[in-house]
Each structure stands twice: as structure tokens, then as C-alpha cells.
């Protein structure tokens, strides 16, 4: 009887507790170098070192020395049930708030979920069958340390992951190698990727027009891989395929699985610099993208409005296409003339000549992603009144600066979905993004993670720069708090407008959600 009461209090706290490491590890990419720059984070020791570690550390220990008295057994029992019972309520408390992360469920997630799951199921065996009482501390020690048996497990799937990963690039370029009709566009960035290649996609989409496109998020080496493997035909005219990379080798790597004819630069910026080292290794990475253009002599269109870009000295027969909102040494430039809060009108100058297009975005990066979309179609010989008609009916990508009206407790709100987008520049943009509406301004902001040295001034400068064009600001993580608070009030803002609830939000409310923290209050709001 006590083994079934065990068991069953067992199940509602294990699953939440090997939830969450299995979403941080499948966040991270399942990539030792992601999780390092991880384990640097404050939000990393709060994980850890929360209330029930204070909680389950003495506990773990009073079980370990009551272990060796068969006496005390009834009290472990007593003891242990109680605690659990307690998690049990916090985490439907918890589920009732939607205050629980799951990881998602991919071929690989399941795999080392269901190997945790034998490894701990067996364990259980053993223990009841041999020494039960060692159940109680073993408990504790899978509650307290949880991380140490996802990650052990998921290093020893690593040798067999890589073997299968090995196997599907080689039968992807095997395959690669045989087609030939697709113009293949590479996109790569260090933000805006997803959203130029959605642009894209929509604007080559015609009746008479085969495209395949990487889904949504889909960026990865192996995902592009089992893509390439499994769809791609020579029935297609275009591929559109988004790609990252987080060394300076790897794209190197992958444009041997897409062999591209044309790409998108989108812009060289400090994300993920803990992974690079410094931000020359980032252009290094990210301009590896011009070695398949150049072999195919195709071009690439890039980002002249980023200030990074515009440090590269190309060759001078290189058949670079530069794009701009701003800069006049651009090839290809965009005037914008109106901007209302359903459409935008701008000129477009390109090739010496000029038209007045219209479109349904608004927000002037849109009209920026557009310009080198425009450029791309041109040369490639889509028709202008296609390209007009296309353009009146784009959409964002999803959770990429998405609107969305909503009632919350009777407040009016409209929500700015923008919490996929993960960058220092994409959350400037989102802030600026605002501007077009005459509602009280509310920003919730996550911290930017993998910025290595220059986190702490970038969270300030954030914070500076948040502090001059919204009314209140509410910060959902721990990270870089601290420094994200300093710009604020820096920049003279009040600090009763530094929020920690939904509820400070006041009725006729436009709420920036931006970074993934704060995907949730999409649910919380609606």
C-alpha cells in the first residue's frame, strides 16, 4: 500500500520537474556549448537553487541517515508523503496559471525522454525489489539534481545522434546533387531571417510557381537536411531555405547540403557572441554564406542599413546587392512616404529606375525587408503587377511584431506579438514599432540571452533606450534585471511605471511582448 501511495504522489511532480530541463535542453539546441553560456546565467542558479532546493537538500539528508534505522522507516514514509503532496498542489496550482513549460515533441526529445523515463522506471524496480527503503532518498535526489540525469543521458545519445545526423547530410547532399531546376535562396541572419524568407516565399507565389520553403522556425543542420531529403524535387522552381549556424564553420558546413544560387544577409549583430567570441567571428561565420553565391554566381542580397555589414569590403566582382531604407549608396533604396496604422506607401529605386508601391505592413523595418525582397524578384523576372498584388495581403510571421485585440478584466488591449524575435536590435525596433499607436504604451521584456561581456551594457542601454518611448515596463526575468532597471532610471524614468503584474496594465493598452519569456502572457491576456 505504501509503495501505491508513493508512486502515485510520484507523478505529477516527476513529469513537471523532467519537463522543464527537457524544454531547457531542447532550447538550447541539445548543444554543450549553448548549455555552458546557460549555466553562466543567474536565471540558471534560480533554476536550481529555488525554495525546494533549500527544501529537498535537508530532507535528502535526514532520509540519508534514517536509512540505516528500519525503525524510522514509518516516519520516511510520513515524511516524503507530505512532501509530495505539497508539490502536487503547487504544480496544479501552477497548471492553473499556465506557469508550466513543455518541451516540444520532436524524434529526438521523445527519445531521451522515453530512455529517462526506462532509466528511472528500472531504477524504481531495483530499489523496491532490494533495499526499499533507499526509495526516499532516492527521491530526493531525482527531485534536487534532475539536470545531471538529462544531460548524462542525453551526452550518451550523443555518439548515436551523430551517426544518424552524419547519415542523413550525406544522403541530403547525395540528393542535393541531383537537382537541378530549384533557384536555391540561402537566408541567414542574426535576426530577421524567418521574416524575409516568409516575405519571399508570398511574394514568388503564383499559380504557375512550385516553391518549397523551410517551416517556420526550421533552421537547423539536420533539419534542412531531412527537408532536403525527404521533399525536395526537381518539380520545384524555388527552395527558399532559412539557415544559422553558431560557429564559424558551420556554414561553411551547410551550403554543402544547399548549395545555393542566391542569399539574404539580414544583419551581423552580437547575438549569440558567447558562442563566436567576439564579433568578428560572427561576420566570419555569417559572410561564409558568399562562398556558394560566388560559386554559383549568383547574388547576395544584403543588409546595408546594418552598420556591420557595412564594415565588409566585398570584392569588387562580387555580385552583392546592397538594400536600404537609409543609406544612398545602397543599390537597391526605398523611400518611405506614408505610414498609417493599416498600410504604407514608399518608393522603391532600383536599377536606375523607380515605382510607388503600397503595401499592408506597417513599421519601417518591414519596408527594409521588403527592398531586398523587391531587388531579388526583379532579377528574377517576377512581373510588377504581381508584386503589387502580393504585397497588399503579407502577414507576419508568427509571434514576429503579430497584433492581436484582446479584453483583459474588462481592459482594452492590443497586443504586439514580437516574442520570437531574440535580438538587441529586433527588441529596438519593436519598442520604436509603438510609435504608431496613440494608446498607453506597456513594453514586457525578457533578457537577451548569450551576449557574453556585453550583456550587462546592452540590458542598460535596452533599458535607456525602453525608458524614453513607453509609458510602463514590466521585466519577467532575473538575468540582467539589475542592469536593465539602471537604464531606466538613467533615463528619468518613473519607477512606479516599473510594473509586476498585468493588472498595473490600465484599459487602452498596446503591450510589447518581446523575447520568449513573455510568449505566455499572449495566453494571460486573451
Not at 525554495?51 to 541517515?65: G, S
Not at 552580437?270 to 567571428?281: A, D, K, P, S, T
Not at 569590403?313 to 545602397?330: C, G, I, M, Q
Not at 506597456?442 to 561581456?453: F, G, N, S
Request: hydrophobic share 50%; with cysteine; net charge positive.
Amino acid at each position: 500500500m505504501e509503495q501505491i501511495i508513493i508512486l502515485s504522489l510520484l507523478v505529477i511532480p516527476m513529469i513537471y520537474r523532467y519537463c522543464f530541463w527537457l524544454y531547457v535542453i531542447q532550447l538550447k539546441e541539445y548543444r554543450w556549448d549553448r548549455l555552458i553560456e546557460y549555466f553562466r546565467t543567474l536565471q540558471w542558479k534560480k533554476a536550481i537553487m529555488n525554495i525546494w532546493f533549500y527544501i529537498e537538500v535537508p530532507l535528502l539528508i535526514v532520509t540519508l541517515v534514517t536509512f540505516f534505522n528500519d525503525k524510522a522507516a514509518w516516519i520516511l514514509f510520513y515524511i516524503v508523503s507530505a512532501y509530495l503532496l505539497v508539490r502536487n498542489i503547487h504544480i496544479i496550482i501552477k497548471f492553473i496559471r499556465w506557469k508550466v513549460m513543455f518541451p516540444k515533441l520532436t524524434g529526438r526529445m521523445m527519445l531521451v525522454s522515453s530512455l529517462t523515463f526506462w532509466f528511472l522506471a528500472v531504477a524504481f524496480s531495483i530499489i523496491l525489489a532490494t533495499v526499499y527503503n533507499f526509495i526516499y532518498p532516492f527521491i530526493f535526489i531525482l527531485f534536487t539534481f534532475p539536470y545531471i540525469f538529462i544531460i548524462a543521458i542525453n551526452s550518451l545519445l550523443l555518439p548515436v545522434v551523430n551517426i544518424k545526423k552524419k547519415k542523413i547530410v550525406k544522403e541530403a547532399c547525395k540528393i542535393w546533387n541531383s537537382i537541378t531546376k530549384p533557384i536555391k535562396v540561402w537566408i541567414t541572419w542574426s535576426y530577421g531571417k524567418t521574416t524575409v524568407k516568409e516575405f519571399l516565399c508570398h511574394m514568388l507565389e503564383w499559380d504557375d510557381v512550385n516553391l518549397l520553403k523551410t517551416p517556420e522556425f526550421v533552421n537547423s543542420e539536420l533539419w534542412v537536411a531531412s527537408l532536403v531529403k525527404n521533399k525536395l524535387k526537381n518539380t520545384y522552381d524555388y527552395f527558399i531555405c532559412e539557415m544559422w549556424a553558431y560557429k564559424i564553420w558551420e556554414i561553411d558546413t551547410m551550403w554543402r547540403i544547399v548549395d545555393h544560387t542566391d542569399g539574404f544577409l539580414t544583419a551581423i549583430w552580437n547575438q549569440h557572441l558567447w558562442l563566436f567570441g567576439w564579433i568578428e567571428n560572427t561576420k566570419k561565420a555569417k559572410l561564409e554564406i558568399w562562398n556558394s553565391v560566388a560559386k554559383n554566381k549568383g547574388h547576395l542580397y544584403v543588409n546595408w542599413d546594418d552598420k556591420n555589414i557595412r564594415t565588409v569590403v566585398f570584392p569588387e566582382w562580387a555580385k552583392v546587392v546592397k538594400y536600404s531604407v537609409t543609406e544612398e549608396d545602397a543599390h537597391a533604396k526605398s523611400n518611405i512616404k506614408t505610414i498609417t496604422s493599416e498600410w504604407t506607401k514608399f518608393e522603391f529605386v532600383y536599377k536606375w529606375k523607380s515605382y510607388d508601391f503600397e503595401t499592408n505592413l506597417i513599421w519601417d523595418h518591414n519596408i527594409l525587408n521588403l527592398t531586398g525582397i523587391l531587388a531579388f524578384c526583379m532579377d528574377h523576372w517576377v512581373s510588377e503587377s504581381k508584386l503589387r498584388k502580393n504585397m497588399m495581403d503579407l502577414e507576419m510571421p508568427k509571434h514576429t511584431l503579430v497584433l492581436k485585440n484582446t479584453t483583459y478584466k474588462w481592459k482594452k488591449i492590443l497586443i504586439v506579438d514580437d516574442s520570437h524575435n531574440l535580438s538587441e536590435a529586433s527588441l529596438f525596433s519593436g519598442i520604436r514599432f509603438l510609435k504608431y499607436f496613440k494608446w498607453e504604451k506597456v513594453a514586457i521584456v525578457d533578457d537577451i540571452l548569450e551576449l557574453w561581456k556585453d550583456a550587462e551594457d546592452v540590458h542598460y542601454k535596452v533599458g535607456k533606450f525602453t525608458a524614453k518611448r513607453v509609458d510602463k515596463v514590466m521585466y519577467v526575468w532575473q538575468n540582467y534585471r539589475t542592469s536593465y532597471v539602471a537604464g531606466l532610471i538613467a533615463a528619468n524614468f518613473d519607477q512606479e511605471n516599473i510594473i509586476t503584474s498585468v493588472d498595473e496594465i490600465n484599459d487602452k493598452s498596446v503591450v510589447l511582448l518581446e523575447w520568449r519569456w513573455t510568449e505566455k502572457y499572449l495566453d494571460i491576456l486573451s
